[in-house]
Structures are given as C-alpha cells and as structure tokens.
C-alpha cells in the first residue's frame, strides 16, 4: 500500500507516464500557514536540471494544490499536490517487458503484475514519483522549521569521491546549494561533478552516499521498538529508489567499535545534558536524545546505463544484449538529496505529533 | 504503537522486570500446523547460555500459548505468548533515573515519560522484549518452512574480527549451531569468541555484524516504495534494540560502484531467469527477484560495561563518574542472531501473505 | 483521518468549494477491468439532477482518472478520481461562521479548527465529498460483479411514507431507476414525491430511509469482532453525512422478539444449506451466511431548510433569527441512494480480499 | 483483525474454552493512575451472576495485570490483562460442528476456517471476549473520569417491556445499579426480570435495547466523515455480539421527520451555546457539540434457546431437530450493559486522544 506514517500520513499515486503524479497527506495541524511557493521550491530542487549530471528530461514539475488549503492555511483536511506528466514518449519502454533492464523493476514487476501494471518509464516504480515524498516533506519542514526543527541532506559520496570532514550545519546549508551536486565543499563538489561526468562518458552510471541532519528534535521523539526513529525513518528512506543502506550515527562501523569507544558520555554543556560525541546519531532507545539526528542513505549506480548489457528475452527465453537508450541521469545521488531531506521531514513531522510534541 | 505488519500483525508487549513478556501475531493462517516446540527451541536460542560469551542470567524463557492454537493448529485468533520474568533484582536499576547510563534509554525515556515508565531492567526498551519477537518470527518460520522458504541468520563479525567467505546457506545452517558465536567457520568462531572474552576482561563491550539470507522467497513478493521489501525488513531490524546500521546486497558499498558494475545481469540457469550476481540482495523495486534476499544488520557494542564512565547527575546537574555493575552480555551479537532471523521470517510471511503467496 | 478499510483502503479528499474533490482507492486487483463509463454511471447518479426532488446546483461530476488505469485495465498502483467543482458562489457561507446553522457541522467545527477550515459549502463536511466515496464504490463494484456480487440500494421511507412490501432483487433493481426517488414501487415513489415536494413547499425538509441488499456474497466473508460486515459496514454508512442509524436483518425490531422467533432455522433448499428467513441479515458472528446481507440505513431530514430557525449570534453572545437561502435538496434520500450502494459495496471488496475470496 | 482505534489501540484475544481471555491496550498515556480495583468491579459487572436473569456458569473473571503499569500508574508501554478461563466443559460443542445452532457462529465459521477454529463454547466468536472489551474500557474510562468525561449504559427494552421516561444521568446511574437487569426505573426493572424468567421458563430467550450516554465531551472531538463519532462507535458496538443496531440521537425516528423538527436550535444556557433539544445526540458532522452523546443499541435474543429448533446435519445433509442444552442466558442484555458502557469509554478515549483533547 502506497500509505506511510501514523499521524501525519503520506500518500503517492499517479506513474510516470501516466496523466499525473501527485501526492496527499493527511494530519497537518489545521491553522499551519503552508507556502505553496515554499513547496515548489523544494519540488524544482528535484526536478531535473540542464547540467552535465542531470537527465535532459524537459519536466516542469508545476505542482497544483487541489485541496487542504484554505487562504494559505491548513484546513485540517488531506492535503493534495498534482503534478501533470508530460514529454512523455514511452514507446521505448515496450521492449522492457520481452527483455528486462539489469536493476530495473521490469522482471519482478512483470511476474507479479503479469503485464498489468504501467509498465511506461517505470511506472509506479519510477524515480518520478519520489515529487510525491517531497511534497508531502516540502508541507511538513514547513511545520517543523516554525518549531525550530530544521532539516539538511547533503552529498558525501560519488563513486569513489568522498567528502570526509564535517562540514557545520548552517554552512553545509548553504555550500550544497552551490552546487549541483548538493555538496558542502566545492573542491570535492568538482571532483564529484568529474566523477559524474566521466561515467556518463563511459556509458556508465556512479552510485554515492546522502547524509542527512536533523537539527533541533526535541529529547524523546520516537517509540521504543517499531515506532523507534531509526525503523520510521528508515522504512522511508529505503522507499526510495535506488536505496540499498541506512545507518544511523557510527553505524556500521560501530560493529568494530568496543562500548567505551562507541557510548557517548554524557555531560552539560550550556546547562544542557547532551553528549560528548554523538555516535548514537542522536537516537537511544529509538527516541531521540536532543543531540543532531544523524543518519546516512547509500544509493546505488542509476540501473539505466547506455554500455550494452546481457539480460534474457523471456519469450525466447535466451539470452540477449541489451542497451538501454534514452535520458538518464548518470549519477541520481544529487536528485536524491531533496527526496532525502523533505521526506525524511515527513517522517520526523509524523513522531513528533504521535507524540505530543506538535 | 507497539505492532507492526499488515497481514501477519506482531504485537509485543511486557517489561524486563514486569510478571511478563509475550508477542501476539495476527493473520497466521487458519489449519496451519504449528508446533510449541519449535517456536520452544527458537526462544532458547535467544535465551542467555552459560558460556563464556553470555550473560549469566538465569533465565527460563519457558513460553505458554494462551491462545490461537487448538490441537496444533492455528485458529485463526490471535497466537499470544507468555513469558513468565524470573530472577528479577531490580534494586539496581534506580539509580539510573538519576544518572543515565550512557548509551541506554534512560535519559530521553526519563525526559519522555517523565519518571512513569518501568526503568527497571530497562523496561520497554529491554532487549528482553526481543522474545516476543522471536516468539512471532517462530510462529512465521514455521509456516514460510512448509512453503520451502527458510531464514538463516549468522555472525560475520564481532569487533575486528570478520568472517570474509560465504559459506554456503546449508553448510552455514549447520555450522552456525556449533559455536556460541553463530559463526559459520569455526576457526574464526573461536577468534570471535576470543574478541569477546577479551573484551569482558578488560571491561568492555563489543559489537558485530549479522548477515541475513532468505532462500525460496518466489518472485514478486514485496511492494512498490513504502512496501518495499527493504522498507518491511528494515522496519523490523532497526527495532531491534542496538541495531544501527541495515544494508542489502551490496548496501554502501554500491556507493563506490558503477552501474555496469552492480547491476546484475539476467541469464538462464536450469531453464530459470536468475540473475548472475546478486549485488541486488535479491530485490528490485522494492519486489523479490526469486534469488536470495540478502541483508547485513550492524550491532553497536553493549552499552553497559563494567568500566567507569562519565555521565551527569540531572539532579545536582554535576558530571559524575559511572560503573554500571550487573550482568550484561559482553557482546549481543550472537543472542541477536536467531532475533534477526525469526523477526525477518516475520516479516516475510507479512509480505507474502499481503502478496496473495499465500 | 479520511481512509478507511484494510486491503481494499478507500482515501476521499477536496472540499465543496476548493478546485477539485476525488477519491483513491488502493488494493483493486491488478488486472481487472475498470471501465471508467461505468465508473461516471455511478457518478452521475449521485450528481443533481433538474427534476422537484432535488437540488438545482448545476455540477457536471465529470470524473477524471489521474492515476492506476493503464489500457483499462487496473495497474495495482492507487487508481485516483478527481472531480472538479464548479458554479461556486461561497459568499453565503461567510455568515455562518458567525451563525451557526442547526444541524449542520459549522459550531463544532469552528471550535475544533479555530476558524482554519473551509468553511465553503460545508467544506470537508459537505455532502458533496461522498462522490469520493461514490467513485471508490464504482471501482469495487466491477470487481464485485465479475465475481456475482451484487449490491442493490433503495429508498424504502420519506418521511411518513414507506414502502412495506419486499420486492424481488431483479425487479427492484429496475424498478428504482424508473423515478426520481429510487422506489421500487411506483404508486409508493409517487407519494414520496409528493411529500418531498410538500416538504419544499413549506420551505422545509424530510428525512428518509435506504434499504440496501447485498446478493451473491459466499460463505464466511468478515472476521469475528472488529472485522465484522456489520462493523465494517456501519463505519462506512456512519460516515456519509446525515446518517442516525444503521440496522442489519431483524435490527432494532429484533430487541422485542423471542429467539425462537429470530433465530433463522437452517434447511436444505437446492441442495445448499440456507437459512428459512433472514432475520440475521445474512450475517451471524459476524460473518456471512450466504443468505443475502440486508441492512437499513435511516437518513435525518436536510439540514438546510428555508424556514426561519432559532440560533445564536456566536461573537454577540446573543439569539439570532436564521434563514439558510441557497439551493438545498429538501430530501437528501434519493441521492443518498448511490452513495449507499457504491460505498457498500467498496467495504464487501475489502472484506472479501482480507478474506482472500479474491 | 482483532485490533481496534488509532491512538487508544485495542486488541482482544483469546477464546472461550482456552486457557486465558485477554485484552491489550496501547496509548494510555503514561503517568495516569489506573486502578486495578476498578478494573476488576468493571470485569465483575460483566462476569455472570448467581439471579434468576443470567447464565449459572461459575466464573471468577480475575483480571492478571501482565504489562503496561508501574506502581499504580501507565508506563506508556501496552497494558494487558489476562482472565483464566475455568469449568470448562467442552464436550457438548463437538455436535455443532456436524450441526450449527440457529443464530451462532457455527454454520459460516465451519466454512470460513474449515474446522480449524476452535469451537468450543463459541471460541473466538464467544460473549466471553466481550471480556477484553471491559477491560480495555475500564482502563480508558478512569483517564476520561479525570477529565469529567462519564458514560452510562442502561437496559431501557427487554423484549416488549421499554422503560419510556428519561431518567437524568446521575440519578440513572445510581439506579442501574440498584437492580439485575441495570435499568433505571425499580418498577419497570421488575417486568424486564418477569419477562426474562417467563421467556427462559419458556425454554426461550429474549432481546433487548440499551441506551448509553456520554456526558462531558468537550466540543469538536472527531472527525469528518471515516473518523466521525459515530463511525467510530458503532464499529465498537457492532463487534460486540448479538448486536443487529446502532443509532445516535433520534435515529430511525428521523427519518420521518421534518428539518424544522429534527434540527436542535442553538441557544446561550448558562453563558454557553448548547441546543435546546438534542435529536442529534450530541453530534454534528461527526464532531461533537459539547452536548450529551446519546445512542441506543438492540440486542437480538440470546441464540442459545432450549426449544427444539430446525437444522442440518452438515455430513448427512438432512435436516435435523437440534435442542441446545448447556447454561445461558435467556437475555444478554443485562451483562451487555457494562461492555456497552467500558468499550464506548475506549473510543471516546481514542478520540480525545486523536484530537490531542488528551
């Protein structure tokens, strides 16, 4: 079911190629001035650029609001955002169901549709329809940054290219927007850009990495266990395409880590109790424990890549090669980070109304 | 909210120090032979052993069915499961709501709850709470077995110590029950176990990494997006208390990769479309590939370690130096195992019951 | 929240005077034929028509599919409807937030919404937002009828007139499309006319009564408890705006009765085992019997009504004469039919895919 | 799925000839006082009596805390009872199974579960579950006490004796208790008794209504339309068994009246805005109006009757004469009262909750 969240609830519909994509949520406390100028700002971040590391795919992601607004105000009803598909020329698609692309959906989503589902630039498992998380995101930062929550996802990997030193939120903010590939340094940001570039000259794709913070959260968001921060915001990250790791604070390094290199001390700084080090990635327990959220969402390599490929001709069945033609972006890691950043919003938004918090 | 699945509902509910635990499941299909037995001996997996590597906590983690089973089979009710608590002294546990321990709940709980939740042993944020889930995965397994779908959960790494060969899934379910580590190589099983008699002697703690398989998951099982099959897992995993990092396939690595390189060709074996390599971990689209699904869970080091640490008194708003006596496992890893394994057999039945696979 | 149900989840969304209203529905079977004429069929029903018996607001429901249609088939994705409204004159409503009308929702959802909702047309409260429902009901009942499942509304009481007698399924089923009131009877449809237009005449409403039949549902259809047909049905039926009660079978007469007298004996007639009469309205333990399901839905008489009525002036503190003008069905009932037969029907395709009959 | 609310979540489990009934309640929220003893009066109102109205069976419905409270108060974790089940005598059930009772569960639930179920003493379709009902409702209503929310259930038909006048709230509550059938009137309480032990010297039983009323519902609690009042309750009511019908305020009676009749003008009583009548019961748009919430709920007879009735034999496929012998009640009404009451408490709580009221 395409539905997440408990008390701020989002929804996606539409595909890719079909009239709209679009999003709804639901639990947007009734009264909260939403900027619809805000949330397409956030929905033109995500959309496609003219860049040397973006598809050339002309989209103009105009989102309409068709209800839960009223005079610039929640209405305490759905809120619903469209956006109309169009340049679509899906006749290349067809060829997808007698050969499925490596790393696409074609293959899982043919047996288990048999051929029903709209199978056209991906259909209900395009990237496209990631515009319905940010505007469900692109609603709820708007909430939670009048509450002083405020929320960051930046590049830190392109293929081999890694971004190693911390940059300070605030600066971060603004450095990733000078760029485009959303990173919070602009040598590294170049040496992505290359890495970006010379993949696509390859007929290749790169894979990377999307750092997220979450400043601001409030000591004791989150349930213990299922509604635990780490399984609510990793259920969305992991929704998105392409995902295929979530770590929160150390994460996988923590497993080499002996418990007094990994717990962070707790002591008072500014007549606060918060932690020396933050390894926990702000999260005990599954609540939050004041400090920075932190978490990191890898991505893999853009499936769509112009180097032929061996796949199988399921009629035939034999096997055949496959180069998969058309617009696509070579590294999806800087479209990805705006999904990250407004959805992981979202999930934040929907903890902190389940507990009490907004 | 202490539930989670759609068609296969796991509720969990009890406290370390309470009169009990259980686990509750929703939608075990009705007729379907379940054996107290087996779902006895997944629980005495996760309970503490005598060996070196565990807690000595006397434990009895004796299961009572008080419903949904008649004659051996499902009724179609709800299954729930008690755990009776014994050996409980919980006289220790007090004075952690004035000095948290770092790397536990007790300070965003305490700030949370306001001093009403049930602190001893940790409460609801217990890793005594994983029987429950246990209990609900020993349910599921048994119903996924009878469809050829099998679950094996191993140890690839305790503090620097890592396992680097695949043993294969057979070997590995064999090899796995002869060491207290669940290591599928028993001589790295013994520097494993070394790693953490190492660390208990010296006070500390240490974590790990679990590697997870499923075979026999037919293909299509899983939904698009916030269904996907990395969303359901991961939602489980990150509950799991100490779990900070859950990757698929080639998880962060595919980061670092090329698309030629992590996409998985498909070709044809034994007149079946698989694919050739398996960077997926057996998931496109969110959707099973028919190959196996593949995941690593990271474990942060156990927070309570005998050493001294810093934390602050919240009543004198002083730092003060901690030693948190008692009985811990000086690594979680191994008893986290056959919690991995049940809860992801959990999650898959949710899925393939959601699916119509079953 | 505005979803209900559980595999087959119907979302209404939009206001009566925002740009659009519409439905989605999730969980329709991938592959099914969804004919989008049958779909504005059903939609036009429920739209006011030009005669005495209804409201004179000239909306053209024109229903279009945004999402989950491909080559008329259902994709499995969320199959969204979205309507646009038109012939908007909100400059009446601004009153009644000073003045609340009686019997509508202005008071309450002034205080709950603090002035934030769209007040316009009963904003989220209007009749008007049952489209929504009428749409997801027009989906399920395809699905429905393919498989014999048949649903059947009809106006059994205006005011004090009633029709008494039972008439047969097919027959009714023609019958209540040959008038404007959706009687089975033509004499008893003549005298409700009349008493509706009596009604307007003296600028005033009249309640009314739907009895909805459900034919074709096999054996074991719903769940003991939270799950029944009766609950599910009656969430559903509570919903749509001015309904007071909701009976299945025997119903509130069933309180007076003996159980020799209610108790439906069960026989063999063709061969199958059905009950001698249906008291239990096909339904016992919550279940179905096979018999057909029959409940009563008791509709209170329009809100708005010409005649002058006793308010009070909220910022003045101070009683005030009311005069609702504006164009009002003075019997909701008719086109409350429609409304009743699709969203009964939506709740039978949920309970039958939960029950895996589909 | 036995699983009911949203932020006052109720699960029910368990079955009638097994070892343990239970309920299971999550969202109370932590630090409120709940008193077990008063849980325990509430499970003993429903636990059967030794007078000549209710069933002879000698239960003792000792309600076993296993979860959820700490020192008198809610932790925030899930808080479950537990009720042993005893004297229980099984044997007569096996017949239902080749021959279904008139009025049971049996017929559709053979078919449904195909003989899994366990049918003993009605299993999962039993009255005794409405035992978890109770207890989910004793819990909610000391935390709706504390905030001068009240609810009170009351028998006002049995049969053809109906109790007519309204008796006010404080009065009826004391009353109710005075007497075995719970109505409010000494001298109409006394024919409700005559008319139970004429019907059960009949070999017969008898239906009933009860009327439940909610005082102190701050203004604007619900929902529109899915969430409404009485949406939520009567998916309560209807779950409970025996129940054919819910209506709010003047219900049925509505339909045959006129708007000018039916709508409750608003008036200033006491410096608030209340209505001068209440033929809404106390909700508009499904929002509360701050004024009583008032529904009725009819109860079919008890389907256990002594009398001879007609049935099948399912293997021989004849029809069979069947008399149901064993202890019941010849009316369930009385018995019915508190579970009316207590789980109208849960969803009145959930509600609240939902509003952020709590």
Do not use: W
């Not at 698609?93 to 029903?116: E, I, Q, S, T």
């Not at 929550?149 to 081999?160: D, F, M, N, P």
């Not at 707790?266 to 020396?276: G, H, L, P, S």
């Amino acid at each position: 079911m395409n539905i997440i969240g408990s008390a701020y609830k989002v929804c996606i519909f539409g595909s890719s190629h079909g009239p709209f994509i679009g999003g709804s949520v639901q639990g947007c406390p009734h009264g909260e001035k939403i900027s619809t100028t805000a949330i397409q700002i956030e929905m033109d971040r995500r959309a496609p650029g003219k860049g040397p590391v973006s598809t050339p795919r002309s989209e103009r992601d105009r989102v309409e609001i068709v209800s839960g607004l009223h005079e610039g105000r929640a209405t305490g009803a759905p809120i619903v955002g469209l956006v109309k598909n169009r340049d679509c020329d899906s006749s290349a698609y067809d060829a997808f169901r007698r050969v499925p692309r490596p790393g696409h959906a074609d293959y899982p989503a043919l047996v288990k549709y048999g051929g029903n589902n709209d199978h056209r630039g991906g259909g209900q498992f395009s990237g496209r329809m990631t515009a319905g998380l940010v505007f469900a995101g692109a609603v709820a930062r708007q909430v939670l940054e009048r509450r002083k929550v405020r929320v960051l996802a930046q590049t830190i990997q392109v293929g081999k290219v890694r971004l190693e030193k911390l940059v300070p939120f605030s600066a971060a903010e603004k450095l990733t927007r000078t760029n485009a590939v959303c990173c919070a340094d602009r040598a590294v940001a170049e040496q992505m850009k290359d890495e970006i570039v010379k993949a696509h000259e390859e007929k290749d794709s790169v894979g990377g990495i999307v750092r997220c913070t979450v400043l601001g959260v409030p000591v004791g968001v989150g349930e213990p266990f299922f509604g635990s921060i780490e399984s609510s915001l990793s259920a969305m990250m992991f929704s998105i395409p392409g995902v295929k790791g979530v770590e929160f604070g150390a994460g996988f390094a923590s497993g080499a880590l002996r418990g007094s290199e990994n717990n962070d001390p707790f002591i008072i700084r500014n007549k606060k109790i918060v932690t020396k080090s933050n390894n926990a990635g702000g999260i005990l327990g599954g609540l939050s424990t004041g400090m920075p959220i932190e978490f990191k969402v890898a991505f893999k390599p853009t499936s769509s890549i112009a180097k032929p490929q061996m796949s199988v001709d399921i009629e035939a069945k034999k096997p055949i090669e496959l180069v998969v033609s058309g617009r696509h972006d070579p590294c999806i890691v800087p479209r990805a980070v705006p999904v990250v950043e407004n959805s992981a919003a979202a999930v934040m938004l929907d903890l902190m109304l389940q507990g009490g918090f907004i």
